[in-house]
């Protein structure tokens, strides 16, 4: 089955500056890869994600950027503020019978300083 | 819209004992999965269902079922409780396959 691996597990920033988190997975023919922020107490809130027939992905501050050759992506944050501090979760979904399945990262944690 | 609700937010039971957690997903969605989340696992798929069908399940053992009703709700339920249970049980709901998952705010579990 799909396997993700995401990196780092935590990341501390000063205010204003830019963070990244990085993924890798293993199934080839994963095609759906969402990003995933997460607060203490609360559940997983869809913040983005990037279909494989995109190579990259902007929404104001965040953007994604996926190379399938490599089966990687990466989660952008600029010029980050307190209010972007969590866990933030890669994700994939695999392919045929797992095709709505998302397997996750193990989370980065991530802190931002003020 | 409203987002994923889940009730009850928080549960303790006791070891041996079962326990049903209930979802209601956004209007329209007819996908619910089921997700737990532990510390030392994060985040692990139990199963979906979609139109009253289970479609696919985890690697997780046979005290672990659900199912869902003709208006998309979703209950999960636990036999046989123990103490490794305890997790935050989340549930996300989509239009279906490879759609954006949404997630609820989780039920936090605790086996006593």
């Known amino acids: 089955g799909e396997n993700v691996e995401q990196h780092p597990s935590t990341l501390s920033v000063q205010e204003g500056d830019s963070a990244v988190i990085k993924c890798t997975y293993s199934d080839s023919a994963s095609n759906y890869f969402p990003w995933y922020k997460q607060e203490l107490g609360k559940g997983p809130q869809l913040i983005i994600d990037i279909r494989s027939n995109v190579g990259e992905k902007k929404d104001q501050r965040i953007a994604v950027t996926l190379n399938k050759t490599a089966k990687h992506f990466s989660l952008h944050i600029t010029e980050t503020q307190p209010e972007d501090s969590a866990v933030y979760f890669c994700a994939a979904i695999g392919s045929g019978g797992s095709n709505y399945k998302l397997t996750f990262g193990k989370g980065t944690l991530l802190t931002v300083n003020p | 819209k409203a987002g994923v609700t889940q009730t009850p937010r928080y549960l303790i039971k006791t070891r041996g004992q079962q326990v049903t957690l209930s979802c209601s997903p956004i209007s329209g969605h007819r996908s619910v999965s089921w997700y737990q989340q532990t510390p030392g696992q994060g985040l692990q798929f139990l199963f979906e269902y979609f139109s009253e069908t289970q479609r696919n399940k985890g690697n997780f053992p046979g005290r672990f079922s659900g199912r869902q009703f003709s208006n998309s709700r979703s209950e999960m339920n636990v036999s046989t409780l123990e103490l490794g249970d305890s997790a935050l049980y989340l549930c996300?709901?989509?239009?279906?396959?490879?759609?954006?998952?949404?997630f609820g705010p989780g039920t936090r579990l605790t086996v006593l």
């Open positions: 996300a709901s989509s239009l279906g396959q490879q759609s954006s998952q949404y």
